[in-house]
């Protein structure tokens, strides 16, 4: 038995101490862990992020989708518990409600992304116009629904908007005329074209489908960039190019968009850590460039609003901290966090290049 298989009882979630210690009947306290504690949480998170049932009725391909992805994350927490009573003193979970949100919240993150990973960046894309333009504005209604429009209904009342039953679900019910010369208008005419026409404000999901629909954008699936070991040999140090390219705001705009496709636990890793060369919180001053606001930022770490506002004056935090609180090593944080500078540096400098050649072609 490692020597320090004595130390977890002093930090570790008393839930889990049971588990732990009992030397018989150990999958009967499994069972009870994952199915009165963990699976209400995998349940509620699910329900509320993906907007399903979860009921094994519902035929829907995204409620069979959710239902997968429920017997995943179980099946996760069920093999890492496993695991942390086969290897005591390892590691220590603090608190199992806040690992099994994380592990949920990572789930659905990853699950979007997957499946959406064009309508993602458009979505990121309208978000920073929406924030970024003053003709338009974008903010949460009491239902944590994200409502845009233009700004000069921002004084509107946000349940109007989504209370609305003649809101349009669609391009045709818009545009009856036809969309033939909007695909070559700017994201500015288009949005401002399409917040007319609907007469007031509109969900920002009903805004992203609209707008997919006018550029003929469709997911295709995920390019791996893992692969690319040309671009990875010929980048001697990825991280200086990050760190320096903070400091630009045009530059910073892009990199988001590209963080914002990372896996999630890279972007975990990432961004928990961000940090300037005077080792301040870089993440902190997202909200106040425009680049993301706190809730945004909280969605892409996998962490709850409630988890994330009280880790925000202690940003940026240590591999320690982020390993525990991720519930995996220090090692793979660290690990983690190369492999999302090293796929950054690699996106950023495609993209520079595919700038640089538009540039010369013009």
Not at 67 to 91: C, M, T, Y
Request: glycine share 4%; with cysteine; hydrophobic share 40%.
């Amino acid at each position: 038995m490692p020597e320090h298989a004595d130390r977890p009882a002093e930090n570790m979630d008393s839930l889990l101490l049971p588990f732990l210690a009992a030397a018989s009947e150990t999958e009967e306290l499994l069972a009870r862990l994952v199915s009165e504690i963990a699976d209400p949480i995998i349940r509620n998170t699910l329900c509320q992020k993906l907007h399903v049932s979860l009921r094994p009725s519902d035929g829907s391909v995204q409620n069979q989708d959710a239902l997968d992805l429920a017997q995943s994350v179980r099946a996760l927490v069920i093999s890492e518990l496993r695991h942390l009573k086969a290897n005591q003193g390892e590691r220590i979970i603090s608190d199992f409600r806040q690992y099994v949100a994380v592990k949920a919240y990572s789930a659905c993150a990853d699950y979007f992304r997957s499946k959406h990973p064009e309508r993602w960046r458009l979505k990121n894309a309208l978000r920073y116009q929406l924030k970024q333009n003053p003709q338009f504005m974008l903010r949460e209604n009491e239902r944590g629904k994200w409502i845009c429009g233009m700004s000069t209904t921002a004084g509107a009342p946000t349940a109007q908007a989504g209370a609305r039953s003649a809101e349009p679900r669609d391009v045709r019910a818009l545009f009856p005329e036809g969309v033939d010369q909007l695909p070559q208008a700017s994201l500015t005419e288009l949005l401002e074209k399409i917040f007319v026409r609907a007469g007031g404000p509109l969900e920002l999901d009903r805004l992203v489908v609209i707008v997919a629909e006018v550029r003929c954008i469709k997911d295709r699936p995920l390019e791996s960039y893992d692969q690319d070991r040309m671009l990875s040999e010929n980048l001697a140090n990825p991280a200086p190019t990050i760190d320096a390219a903070l400091d630009q705001q045009r530059y910073l705009r892009k990199l988001w968009e590209e963080v914002c496709s990372l896996p999630a636990l890279q972007r975990a890793a990432l961004l928990l850590n961000l940090r300037d060369a005077d080792s301040d919180s870089v993440i902190a001053f997202l909200p106040y460039l425009g680049i993301a606001s706190k809730s945004e930022i909280a969605e892409l770490v996998g962490i709850s609003d409630d988890r994330f506002a009280e880790l925000w004056n202690q940003l940026p935090i240590e591999d320690s901290a982020i390993a525990q609180l991720l519930g995996i090593t220090r090692q793979q944080v660290i690990n983690l966090r190369k492999t999302a500078r090293e796929r950054l540096a690699r996106r950023m400098q495609s993209r520079e290049k595919s700038s640089s050649r538009a540039s010369g072609q013009r």
